[in-house]
């Protein structure tokens, strides 16, 4: 998709709000736009499906032209979701997600199909949730059914606006979680705005940073802009703490996801008890029917609960999946007064471990890497200036 001098001018206003915006985004690269309040993004982003007519510019998408094309048959190629969902608050989560496809003409047959596949993509149990209204959804719930509703006619385009800027901040993590895995299945290419440079780094296969009337400072991968800031403003909005922010890049699948002592609750608590007696291991993570991580149980927890599985042990608080990031990974360990995160699978189901041990080892590793490069840098730049120097006094330029 390319976007070539996009510029809109509010009528009324001295200064167009987006001004001669070029841009070029790759089919199946999640792009992030990023940049402070009022410089444009969201106005940037609806000139895209034309929610918002730009002044002048134009857009092409798979190499057509489509600046001039009915609005209508365009936003249909393209999903919009936004904060707080927008999902119309008469309508059923089933009605809500069928929306494109009906205007589309699809048959009724289909259509039921589709929505039960987008609720269990986007992770949420048809059968529970298809005849529900908005209002009896969680923030989170919500999110993921406008995501559902944004995808449900398989768009190769998806724009999304702050879609969960309205959420908290662990439903936030979970959430991006899945975009990334829905992304790594669907490939679409995805232009997102937030003003969260973290989120930026999480998301985006590569990050626009915006200034006034979204003037693009810098456009290039996350690492890129992290290590090699183009200039004051885009280190000013990376700010402090580069270092730890490097943990957004790397994914818990990147490091060691290592095997965990398992029983599931409807095995004989004898054998389980025995599991933790027999001196191999202190603690066990006991998995409900479903195979999801349901507590810990120590050695002495059985005994403190008479013998009860109920009563025993402690709830597991947080999880995470592969593909959620070490700074995602390291919050759950520290909160945990176990050290250790499980990891969890598509349906939540356990598939292992990721201890503080492990991430303390990688927090070392991006840090030593870090500094290799800085004094790499540094030495670069004066054996730069020594060189000038020296042409300077042979007298080699002028
Ligand atoms: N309908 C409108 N009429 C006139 N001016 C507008 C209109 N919508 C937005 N603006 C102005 O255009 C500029 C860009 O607004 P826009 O909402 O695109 O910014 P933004 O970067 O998405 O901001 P935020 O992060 O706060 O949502 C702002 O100065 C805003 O006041």
Known sequence: MRLEGLTKRYSGSGTPAVDDVSLEIKAGETVVLVGPSGCGK??????????????SGRIRIDDEDVTGIDAVRLRRKIGYAIQSSGLFPHMTVA?????????????????????????DLVGLDPAEFQGRYPRRLSGGQQQRVGVARALAADPPVLLMDEPFGAVDPITR?????????????????????THDFDEAIKLGDRIAVLREHSHIAQFDTPEAILTNPA??????????????????????????????????????????????????TNEVLLLDPKQRPYKWLRRGDLAHAKGSLARAGTLVH??????????????????????????TGRRGEYTGVVDLETLMNCVHELLDADRLEAIEHRHSLSEAEAKRTYAAQEGLTS
Do not use: Y
């Open 173 to 193: 993590d979970h959430l991006q979680d899945e975009l990334i895995r829905l992304q790594h299945e669907l490939r679409k290419t995805i232009v997102f705005v």
């Open 95 to 119: 009605q809500n997600i069928a929306q494109v496809p009906r205007m589309l003409g699809w048959p009724k047959a289909s259509i039921q199909a589709r929505v039960e596949e987008m609720l």
């Open 318 to 343: 947080d999880t995470v999946t592969r593909d959620a990031t070490l700074r995602d990974a390291l919050e759950a360990v520290l909160t945990d007064s176990g050290g250790r995160v499980a990891v």
């Open 231 to 280: 200039d004051d403003f885009v280190s000013g909005f990376v700010g402090a703490g580069a270092a730890l922010k490097r943990l957004n890049l790397t994914r818990v699948r990147d490091v060691d996801v290592v095997d965990f002592p398992t029983a599931t609750v409807d095995e004989p608590v004898e054998r389980i008890s025995e599991m933790l007696s027999a001196g191999t």
């Open 42 to 55: 969201s106005t940037l982003l609806k000139m895209i499906n034309r929610l918002i007519e730009p002044t």
